[in-house]
């Protein structure tokens, strides 16, 4: 929403370069992870997920690599455009458990400068 | 595309209110999640459900109770509404057990006075 902004680490890029935005996640067991982006006033939108048994995932524009050594989690966007200024969450899941619920990140806000 | 609806985008509630959040999805999805928004903290789980009349407690379900008496719909509960429950609640489904993308709603944002 439209504060969801305040507070948090802000990433700021100038239109056109590239961004990367770091997550470091807290369960080491857990299986599968994913990238949501949420435009002010709107809800979190899936962007891209990625496998505990992969480092690397790769979709339209955006990139995510795994580090489980140190359980790091980061999103690549290629050739920042205005549209993707928005709150970028993390999330991870645990299969071992009896439901699977993500845990979310506090977030990151991406500000992109024309 | 999957299409998750919450009954109203803003609400205004006074202090020992009892209010209801609805949240409706038209996919057939097993999974539904109530989540609270507040700056800084990030996304923080209330309750899910993974079937019908079936419900589990997240992370801060203190204050709040649910009701999913159908697949479609997932309700949220204040029974008495207190100004620390002002925030941006989000509902989001998903498919299955082991399909874990949820999709969400556009919010309410609630306001306790």
């Known amino acids: 929403g439209e504060s969801v902004g305040l507070h948090l680490p802000t990433l700021s890029v100038q239109e056109g370069d590239n961004s990367i935005i770091n997550c470091a996640y807290s369960n080491s067991a857990s299986d599968y992870f994913i990238w949501y982006k949420q435009e002010s006033g709107k809800g979190p939108q899936f962007i891209i997920d990625i496998r505990s048994n992969m480092d690397k995932r790769q979709g339209q524009r955006v990139t995510v690599l795994l580090n489980k050594t140190v359980k790091h989690l980061s999103l690549q966007i290629a050739a920042t455009q205005p549209g993707d200024s928005a709150v970028y969450f993390c999330a991870e899941v645990n299969y071992g458990g009896a439901t699977n619920k993500l845990i979310f990140g506090t977030g990151t806000l991406l500000a992109v400068q024309p | 595309d999957v299409k998750v609806t919450q009954s109203s985008r803003y609400l205004v509630k006074r202090t020992g209110e009892k209010v209801f959040l609805e949240c409706v999805q038209d996919m057939d999805h097993e999974n539904m999640f109530w989540y609270r928004q507040d700056p800084g903290l990030g996304l923080r789980l209330i309750y899910f459900?993974?079937?019908?009349?079936?419900?589990e407690k997240g992370d801060i379900p203190e204050g709040y109770s649910v009701s999913r008496e159908k697949k479609e719909r997932f309700s949220l509960i204040l029974e008495s509404a207190s100004t620390n429950q002002t925030s941006m609640y989000l509902c989001?489904?998903?498919?299955?057990?082991?399909?874990?993308?949820?999709?969400f709603g556009q919010g309410t944002r609630l306001t306790v006075v």
């Open positions: 459900s993974y079937d019908v009349k079936m419900k």
């Open positions: 989001a489904s998903s498919l299955s057990q082991l399909n874990t993308e949820a999709f």
